[in-house]
């Protein structure tokens, strides 16, 4: 792949530019980004102050916004042929039966907007269900109800629905209810997308029998891939409950799990689309979309909003179909959105650091 330009940061103001800046900074030092954790607790975020710092600096870097229009506006200022955008209501958990009915409500709304086809909805499915129920492993059938109404009136409307991947133990719950959509809506083409976790150990096995049996019944597989995000929480929780961790054993077990499950996906021309920031894991399905004879469109690439975007500016100069993943929300219900950025970021030194480059350059560019 090429060398991207510091004009990825042109659509930025300098007072954003110098946030993402020390954002970037601060996440090389353990101290401040316990700083930075701290104020994202629920104590902290009373304090007016406190929120509105947060509000300006970390959700600002990483949320576009707390509401639809605010996605609209957003996806509207940022159209152009080969982008695409995944919409994500960034909203995990349900604690009553009114928050289930609300969430519902509002991907029913998203789903409904009048987009142009350059917008996919998100789906977190605990925001569906309680925790109870996704643990049992047992799929309940409001559960069940609920996914079905909204992959229904995606198909109807020709939206594409992406199915984000959680913790381990409810995966096991969320995958049945996902592969029975799945089933049902994919018949003709991938409208529903399943996220595969490929940090899991059990998840390429897994890619494979879904594989085989999309072939044996005549579905459409569509898959998100990515590492995952849950690595702390699964180490943890495996550890106090004295199980082993269902994760790879290290980063580089992680790696080949993606670049095996990635090289599957390509040779089975599935519908795919590779959630992921790793240069490396970009370049081997770009090399092989070059190689192969024509632009395959079933095959995209996503990232997060705020993060990556150097890597993701020069796969779409190279004419990839990139998404960018727009999560929108209230401050406080994205929190634990907010503390997975602030870990990854902290973990993506190289990448960081070619950021942070880039916005050197930009801001010099500009002040001088
Ligand atoms: C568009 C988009 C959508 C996403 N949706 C989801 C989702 O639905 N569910 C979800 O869980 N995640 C999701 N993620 C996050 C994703 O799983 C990763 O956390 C994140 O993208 C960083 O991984 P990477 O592939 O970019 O590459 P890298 O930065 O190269 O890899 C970091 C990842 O490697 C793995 N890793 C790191 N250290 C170790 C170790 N010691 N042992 C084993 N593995 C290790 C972890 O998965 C870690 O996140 C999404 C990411 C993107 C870009």
Request: glycine content about 4%; aromatic content about 10%.
């Amino acid at each position: 792949m090429g060398k991207a330009t510091s004009s990825v940061f042109s659509r930025y103001s300098n007072f954003e530019l110098l946030v993402k800046l020390l954002f970037l900074l601060s996440t090389r030092s353990k101290f401040f980004i316990r700083i930075i954790e701290k104020a994202l607790t629920p104590k902290f975020l009373d304090r007016r102050w406190v929120s509105k710092l947060i509000q300006n600096t970390v959700y600002r870097i990483f949320l576009v916004g707390e509401t639809i229009p605010e996605v609209r506006d957003y996806t509207n200022a940022r159209n152009a042929p080969n982008k695409k955008f995944m919409v994500d209501y960034c909203v995990e958990g349900a604690q009553t039966e009114s928050d289930i009915r609300a969430n519902f409500d509002t991907y029913s709304d998203l789903i409904n907007q009048q987009w142009s086809d350059n917008v996919a909805v998100v789906i977190k499915p605990s925001s569906l269900s309680f925790d109870e129920e996704l643990l049992s492993g047992e799929v309940s059938t409001q559960h069940m109800d609920l996914m079905d109404k909204l992959c229904a009136l995606a198909a109807s409307k020709g939206i594409l629905l992406f199915i984000d991947a959680e913790q381990s133990w409810y995966q096991g719950t969320i995958h049945k209810i996902e592969m029975e959509m799945i089933r049902k809506y994919n018949r003709q083409s991938a409208i529903i997308f399943a996220t595969y976790q490929m940090y899991l150990k059990d998840t390429l096995n897994i890619l494979k029998r879904d594989l085989e049996e999309s072939k044996k019944e005549g579905f459409h597989l569509g898959v998100k891939m990515v590492r995952g995000a849950y690595l702390e929480s699964e180490n943890d929780r495996a550890l106090q409950n004295g199980y082993e961790s269902p994760v790879c054993e290290s980063k580089e077990h992680t790696d080949t799990s993606f670049n095996e499950g990635a090289q599957l996906a390509l040779d089975d021309s599935i519908s795919v689309c590779f959630a992921t920031h790793n240069q490396y894991s970009c370049s081997l399905v770009s090399d092989h979309l070059l190689k192969s004879a024509s632009q395959d469109y079933k095959v995209s690439f996503a990232h997060l909003h705020g993060m990556a975007e150097d890597l993701y500016s020069t796969l779409s100069q190279e004419d990839f179909v990139i998404y960018t993943y727009v999560p929108f929300g209230p401050i406080r219900q994205s929190i634990p959105y907010l503390l997975r950025r602030i870990q990854e970021n902290s973990g993506v030194q190289n990448q960081g650091k070619q950021e942070t480059r880039l916005i050197l350059k930009e801001l010099k560019q500009r002040l001088f």
